[in-house]
């Protein structure tokens, strides 16, 4: 079985922004897109590092009968680098985006595998080509983010030298994204899940161009870092989520349908709900990295019944998200 660090060599998602969700009685946002959103539908996404063997349509089809509001693409079918899907070529992505519109759906999130910590130039070079690259794409789509990674504390690099190092690229791609309509998020994830440290970053980028995507279980499962706490520390920048559930498999952690684990994700839906946070509730189930889980056709049904139930129980009706265009 090919290796999840094998697949990151060289993987991307995609983005575009659409309709969000806020608390009742929170104002939408004012927003041209508008007449385009999704009617009726609660902020739900997934990724399609769940779905490897689907098709661009299924895609579409299952997320609009399940009523998803929005998907976010970490590789299609065969590619993890969306740049070589044909799907988004110059001549087939004003197709693509029909297609969504007739789904009644956005891509919220293009998921580059940029990792900021390299400290080789070549490989830093092709880091930040990889993420401008992945700008340009979103910008082409109308996709408001694309994620990169922090993604190590690198051995014999001292700590302050490495988050300098790391904030230093960020930045440099939150200037190629600013004159876009595009930003950049530092996910939750490898060496850099607690939020002490991804606060210490976002100060040290200082950017609007540069936000987080609050991976959820990561905060948690590495330090049990409880989701209320999170979202206080990082809730002005989160941007996007991820979410799913988990159990404990020896020394490692096994997915499990949402609120079958251990991972308090109806709280950490509330607290972004009580923050004013107005993204979408993306579902990860990680199918590509871990054959063994549920299949996709049985997993994104599911989450949709159990978060949207959350949601409403929150107090959350639709409305257009934050950063459509």
Sequence with gaps: MQSRRDFLISAASAAIAGCGLARTGRPAADNSAASRAPTGRLPLGFSTLGTPAWSWSRILDVAAANGYAAIELRGLEDKMDLTLRPEFSAAQLPISRRQLDEHGLRVVCLGASASMHEMDAAKRAAQLDEGRRFIDLAQALGAPYVRVFGNEFVPDV??????????????????????????????????FTQSPVLVEIMERVSSPAVAILWDAHHTYISGKEQPESSVQQLGRWIRHTHLKDSVPAGNDRRYVLTGRGEVPVERQIVALARSGYRGYYSFEWEKRWHPEIEAPEIAIPDFASVAGAWLRKAGVTPYLAAGAS
Excluded at 163 to 190: D, P, Q, Y
């Design 158 to 191: 001292p700590r302050d030298t490495m988050l300098a190092h790391i904030a230093s690229g960020l930045r440099e791609l939150g200037e190629h994204a600013a004159g876009r309509n595009v930003t950049v998020l530092l996910e939750s994830h490898g060496d």
